[in-house]
Every structure is written in C-alpha cells, then in structure tokens.
C-alpha cells in the first residue's frame, strides 16, 4: 500500500527517503515514529530576486561574509575574487545556513578586495554586479522545507491514518556525497506521550475505572486543556482506593492498568481507551501451515528472574493528635510525621469547622496538606492564630504514614533453583510502591510479581507483513517446531518500510505460561481488592468490596457444567454487568453457558457464530454464601469455540 506521511498538515512524502520509516509499539510505553527526510535535488536556477543584498566584509576575515538581509529561494552563490592573504587556496568556500540561506563562496581570481564594508549588488535583471569588482550571482531554488520539534506527523497506509504525534528530535547533518543538501533524521512520538508531559495527585476511593479516568481526562488542570476524549474507556472494576502522589498521567494510568486488569493507549484522534486486555485477541493467529509470519525465534533467559520479592511500601501506624500554640504569625506547622491522609484541623478561636485540601492543587480552603509531608499549611488570606490561642492536627481514622517492607517468597521455585545450580537458589528483587498503604496489598503484589517472573523468561519473535498488531493483544500460535502452542501476549511490535512492500512487522511476544494465568497476570495487585478493603481470598471467596469475579474454562470447549472453580461471595451483590469472551469463536452455532447460583439458573448468555464477546446486564443479585457455577449447555457445531472467561462486574 502506498504510505504517506504528513507534517504540519502538508503532505511531505516526497522528501521522505526510501526505507526509513519506522513505528515502534511498546507495551505500557507511548508509540514511537522514526524517519529521514532529506532536501530536495535543486530544480531550477535564475538571477537574484530583489534589488539588493547586503553582505558584510570583515577586515579581519576578507573572505568570511554574512547575509543580513535577503530575498525568499534557495541558496546564493556568489563569486568574489581571490586576495593575496595566506591560506587563501582559489577553491570553492561554504558557509552554510547564514540568516537562513546556504551561501557559496567561489575564489575568481584578480582583484583585492580589503577592509571592513558593506557591499551593496544590485540586480539589472541579467546579472548582479558589484562596480569594477565585477561580483555576480544567482538564485538556485530548492526545498525551503525544514521539520520542527513540536510538528504534528501522521503516517497514512492506502489513506487511512495509521499513526499521530509529534515530532520530539531532529539531528540534521549534510547529506553524504552532496554538502549543498542537508538530511533531517527525526523521531516522533505519539499522544501518548502528552501523558508524560502532565502530573496527577489525587485520593480515589471506592470508583470504577471509568469515573477516575474521566475525572483526570476532564476535569484535572491542565491536563484537561489536552481536549483527550473518554468514549473508550470501559467502565471496569471498582477500585478500592489508589494514590497518586505527583505522578505523571502515565505512571497514574498504568498503575490503573495494573490494579483493574486492563490495558490503555491514546489513538491517532487523542481518545483514549480502556479494555480488558484477556480479551483484546489479535486479528490472526500462528499455525506452521498458516503462512503469514517468517524467521521465527525464541528465546530463553533468566531476565527479570526472582523468587524473593520485597516490596518497600507505606503502612498505617500509631495515633496523630498534636497541639500548637499560636503567635500571631506562623502558618506552617509540622506534625513530625509523613501524612497519608488529609487529618482534620480545628482551632480553639474559631467555631467555624476547618476545610483542609491539597497543598497545590485545592485553593480556597482553611490548611492544606501533602501526601508524604508532615506540614500543614495554612492558606495565605486566613487570619494567623493569634497567641493565647491554639491549632490542632488530628485524626482517629487515617493514620501517619509510615514505611516498612512486605516480602514473599516462591519455595518451590528456590528449591528448583538451588538442585539445578548447586547454589542456596535464592533470587531477591525489590520494588518501592507509594500507592500501597497496608500489608496486606504489599503481599497480593509481591505475590503477583512472584507468578510473572518466577520463571525463566521466554519471548518469541517473528515478521509478518499482515496488518493489525498491537502491543496488548494476545495471539494464538501453535508451531510445534519450537513447542509453541497457547496464547501469547504481544509485548512490541516495530514496523518498518519497505519498498514495493509498504509495512513489514517485527513482532515479540510472551507466552501465558511465562505470565501466569492470564487472569491472575493481568488482576494482579489490586484487582477489584485483594487489599484489605475487599478482594479476592485463598479459597475462592469475594468480597463484598471485590469489583471482579472471574471464571475461566481453557481448551476446546464442550457441553458440561461445573466447568470452572466455584467461587462465592461473602455478601448479596448485584453485578452491574456480565461479559464472556473465546478465544477462537464458534462457528456453525453459537456457544451458550448458563450462571447457575445455589443450584439455581441465574442467567443464560449466547456468544453468536463467528464472534468473540457477547454481554448482559444481570437482573437479580447473588446471595451471600452462595456457589456460583458455571455450564455450558450448547457449542459451535463445526468449531465449538476455545478459552472461555466469563467475567462478572461489580
């Protein structure tokens, strides 16, 4: 397909070299854009443009000359005659880019020319003469285009917009074999990056995944000004709590993206989505009779390896009540300790109750404060507390903020390790989290960080030239040859241009036994709890504050019931939806499965033939203490479907 590429909103495909484009797609990392653009070839020549051109001599440098003043066009040659000064050798001098113009000088030969003057030439139409010097010159017109940091790009495959963003680094250099031409070799990064360029704080309690990212998109200054639209993000699971503490959008997202399970880019119209990533399956798969991928590799290694994680978090401790004396003067004062919540402040001279927000981002109130610090601040209008009066800072319900650390360990596979290599086994990793407040989440996540990476690492790459790949998805391949068989998160995905071609892939993936249970990998730390404030426990019980329960029935599927571990919850909740997913869609007939509760049918969900998904909106609430069960009562007739998750959301 022909490709196309914009700057600035003019078409610059004709300065673009051949072979150089390049996007590469990073899981959990903005999209990159790279290409080369070069000056074009000088088309046209002809005499100057304007009356006069003004060009500074040096008495110092006779042969060094600056353009002050000029007329649009390419670059001006002009000939002066040679002096007699040492080291003058009567060959062609170059300076470039003077007040924006390529200028070549060229040694004649003849008259002197000497001391500090302003040369005027003047154009009769024919030639520029300079007196008796007899100095001439010409206009030779070439592109006058230059890229600029900060330009927006958009790479078009068959005229559709394949990638957006800006340009963020030009290295320029002269054009090997040709120094009249310069080449601008730049590197772009999509709107994701913009993400990067703003900073978050913020407290949020019991919301959805929807309510937080709206609430940052379109109401947190500045990054509001950005104009990102939310139409694509799912509404997702209920987050107990999560901090953000000065972060950038980006970490705040993929925090996000980490605590609910789902994953998030911003698209080439700056919208920015949200979806569950174990069911964001790739356009195609992998067969070793399928023919649309070449030079596969895997690879094995002990990267990222551990089986002792630590995780250095904050944590609640103690009782905050102090007291301060007022003079008349201070507005700070300093509680001694690190604060994880806003505490409460009330004065002995004020009746009014005391509001208190967040130093830097609320205004208008009575004191603010800052996660992390222990001063609280009074606001600048306020009335200082005068002496015989007193402040005081407390709280009984969020505690000060301390640090400690929560480790976990994989026994099994320390053991493994030690019989293999003749060593005690051991892999310690650390991690630091802000947004954990209590040990309980630090486990969950040590825990989950043990089920990624307490394995060897393996990846598994590959070409292809079809279309629609992403960082996030998951793709099936089964190639035998190299024992592959299963679903596979695509980590990156780097295209490249080529000729006669349009775009070749390079695709790295992992495979779901390297990440755990897809489920378990992608609800890791936080998913919908696990945090002390509700979440999933060792035997299959929800919580009442989970905002998640998930079922998971792998392979080729078929008609039976009780397909998936019973779970239950601990108290009578009301999904506000229920999703299934396949992997590979029935095809023939639908696949219908049936949510029995306490041996009750509770609701009947059909995916169609030849699709993926189908959801409903459930019209009762599940007892507490009940088994949830899952069956399927009917399957795809020529292909019964595979990898069935049944996702239910609080």
């Known amino acids: 397909m022909a490709l196309q590429l914009r700057i600035g909103g003019v078409d610059r495909s004709n300065v673009l070299q051949d072979g150089t484009l390049q996007i590469n797609d990073e899981l959990g990392g903005s999209t990159t854009c790279s290409f080369q653009l070069k000056d074009q070839e000088p088309s046209t020549t002809g005499e100057f443009a304007t009356s006069s051109i003004n060009l500074a001599i040096s008495a110092d440098e006779p042969h060094r000359i600056a353009m002050d003043t000029g007329a649009a066009g390419g670059p001006l040659h002009v000939y002066l005659p040679v002096t007699s000064d040492p080291g003058v050798d009567g060959v062609q001098k170059t300076i470039r880019r003077i007040g924006g113009y390529d200028v070549t000088i060229h040694a004649q030969g003849g008259d002197t020319v000497n001391g500090a003057a302003t040369l005027v030439l003047t154009s009769d139409g024919q030639t520029v003469t300079l007196g008796a010097d007899g100095l001439f010159g010409k206009w030779v017109t070439s592109s006058a285009f230059r890229p600029l940091c900060g330009q927006q790009v958009q790479v078009l495959e068959g005229g559709t917009v394949i990638w957006a963003g800006m340009i963020a680094k030009i290295d320029e250099a002269a054009a090997e074999g040709d120094d009249s031409l310069l080449v601008f070799d730049c590197e772009c990064h999509d709107w994701n990056a913009l993400c990067d360029r703003h900073l978050v704080y913020g407290v949020f309690k019991n919301k959805t995944l929807q309510e937080i990212v709206t609430e940052i998109a379109q109401y947190h200054i500045p990054f509001c000004l950005e104009n990102f639209g939310t139409t694509y993000v799912q509404l997702g699971p209920v987050v107990p709590k999560i901090i953000f503490n ?196 630090a486990s969950e996540k040590a825990l989950a960080l043990l089920r990624r990476y307490a394995n060897e690492s393996k990846s598994v790459t590959f070409e292809t030239d079809e279309p629609g790949l992403h960082s996030g998805q998951i793709i099936g391949i089964e190639v ?101 997913y396949v992997k590979q869609a029935p095809t023939g007939a639908g696949l219908t499965l049936k949510l029995v509760v306490g041996g009750a049918d509770w609701l009947t969900l059909t995916i169609p033939a030849g699709q993926t998904s189908a959801s409903a909106t459930p019209s009762s609430e599940i007892a507490a203490n009940t088994n949830v069960r899952l069956d399927i009562t009917a399957v795809g007739t020529t292909f019964p479907g595979s990898d069935l998750s049944v996702f239910l959301y609080f």
């Open 246 to 441: 000065y972060c950038t959008i980006s970490e705040a997202f993929n925090s996000l993206a980490e605590a609910t399970g789902y994953s998030w880019y911003v698209d080439h119209q700056k919208e920015i989505h949200f979806f569950d990533r174990t069911a964001n399956p790739a356009p195609f798969s992998l067969s070793a009779t399928s023919g649309n991928f070449r030079n596969m590799r895997v690879t094995t290694s002990m990267e990222r390896y551990r089986n002792d994680q630590i995780v250095w978090h904050s944590k609640g401790a103690g009782y905050l009540y102090q007291r301060f004396d007022g003079d008349g003067v201070k507005r700070v004062f300093d509680v001694g300790t690190p604060l994880a919540e806003a505490p409460k402040v009330s004065r002995s001279d004020v009746s009014t109750e005391q509001t208190v927000g967040v130093k830097g981002v609320d205004t208008g109130k009575d004191w603010y404060w800052e996660y992390g610090s222990g001063e609280i601040t009074q606001d600048l209008n306020g009335v200082t507390v005068p002496v015989g009066a007193h402040v005081t800072i407390w709280d009984t319900e969020h505690l000060p903020l301390f640090w400690g650390n929560t480790e976990e360990r994989d026994e099994a596979a320390i053991s493994a390790r030690a019989a293999l290599e003749g060593t005690s086994g051991y892999y310690q990793a650390r991690v630091e989290d802000d947004t954990i407040d209590n040990n309980d989440r």
């Open 480 to 580: 035998p040859l190299h024992g592959l068989t299963g679903s596979f998160l695509i980590s990156s995905v780097r295209s490249s241009h080529q000729d006669g071609i349009g775009l070749r892939h390079q695709v790295t993936a992992v495979p779901g036994e390297y990440m755990g249970n897809w489920v378990d990998f992608f609800r890791s730390a936080f998913s919908g709890g696990a945090t002390g404030d509700g979440g999933v426990t060792a035997g299959g019980v929800i919580t009442a504050g989970a905002g998640t329960l998930s079922l998971y029935v792998g392979g080729t599927l078929g008609i039976g019931s009780d397909l998936a571990p019973v779970v239950a919850l601990t108290e009578a909740r009301k999904p506000t939806s229920v999703k299934a």
